[in-house]
């Protein structure tokens, strides 16, 4: 298997999945259009109540955001992916909680709308299993620049057509990816319009 | 009652504590020696599963910190809370987790070391209630600064002794405080020793 590649797979726009990495395996997630945001979340195979964890992540970097070459760690402090490569201009969203359907319904949307946290829950249980908790994602891509080392806001991805970053696994994990379906505020490009990513499964390098 | 206090409680280093408030009520925080961070989380009464949520107050708030004047929204976007005054420079973390037994296990501590998630549920347990899940806290006076829009770092608190908050009940919820037990950061201040608070009920304004 080594050094083989499996096969890239689409994700529609506002949709999910889950994968399932072994230790040494990765992932390579690409933005084809260059304007989705993609929430993910990462679950460890042994116990799916570790998983990662953006707060811990950033007490152990001591940054508000991960780049490439940087360790993405659990809830316990154990490294559970390495972001290994990152084309963009490395805006991935560390800040803010996944859309669910309380958001919709703050926007006035009609209930059902699509969302990140169902869209997780589904794409675990596709593969049997639940999670206890929604932890917080790392959502790629997502724009949220920080300003006077206070101010958010939400905008439009810096990312290109084509940018890609690469997971690698450090142990087996569970990585749920959802391309995420908010088309009220501008995160998924300015016209608003949720659009398709892919992903391959890498062997172990 | 209106206007009536009800008396001081002290939090002893380390120890937690969980109140009910009634839609309207206060409660006064006060950092008696000036030096001690706490863990403070938010329920609302009528649905445990409704919590005060950092994230989605950040993502109100547009601000990574919340300030005086602030309201502290729950994971459905509600109010729950005003942080109705603050007389401290107003240095208070969002960005962390709470302290557990996993990161004093990290720290190379001994098994059984005092820590906020389980503070948080046994001041819960105490009420009769039990939380899904633990959420990230507000913790005050907790000096995380941040510089170049990305770094973070733990500092000793700004606070001085006497210092304190008030966080107004926007609808009836449970309140738990932590005066969070670190003794190997300096986040307790630079001789890392836990040290009490106090509060007190303050009646609907």
């Known amino acids: 298997m080594k050094g083989r590649r499996l096969g890239m797979r689409e994700i529609p726009g506002g949709g999910s999945t889950a994968v399932r990495l072994r230790a040494g395996q990765g992932v390579r997630l690409v933005n084809t ?9 990462c679950l460890a195979t042994a116990d799916s109540s570790e998983y990662l964890s953006v707060e811990q992540t950033r007490r152990m970097l001591f ?15 154990n490294p559970l992916l390495k972001l290994e490569a990152d084309t963009s201009a490395g805006r991935h969203d560390m800040l803010l909680a996944c859309c ?3 958001v919709y319904q703050f926007y006035g949307c009609a209930p ?6 169902d869209n997780f829950l589904r794409a675990l249980a596709e593969l049997g299993m639940a999670a206890a908790v929604v932890p917080n994602p790392i959502n790629f891509w997502m724009n949220v620049p920080v300003t006077d080392n ?37 995160v998924n490009g300015v016209d608003r319009t949720p659009r398709s990513v892919a992903y391959e499964i890498l062997a172990q390098a």
Chains 1, 2 share one sequence.
């Open 33 to 41: 259009h260059g304007s989705q945001v993609v929430d993910t979340w």
């Open 112 to 117: 059902g709308h699509a969302n990140c946290r």
């Open 100 to 102: 669910d359907s309380w």
């Open 63 to 77: 940054r508000l955001f991960a780049g490439a070459g940087d360790d993405l760690y659990s809830n316990r402090r």
């Open 150 to 186: 206070s101010k958010l806001a939400l905008e439009a991805p810096v990312s290109k057509p084509g940018d890609l970053i690469v997971l690698r696994a450090l142990q087996d994990v569970v990585v749920v990816f959802s391309a995420c379906p908010m088309d009220v505020t501008p």
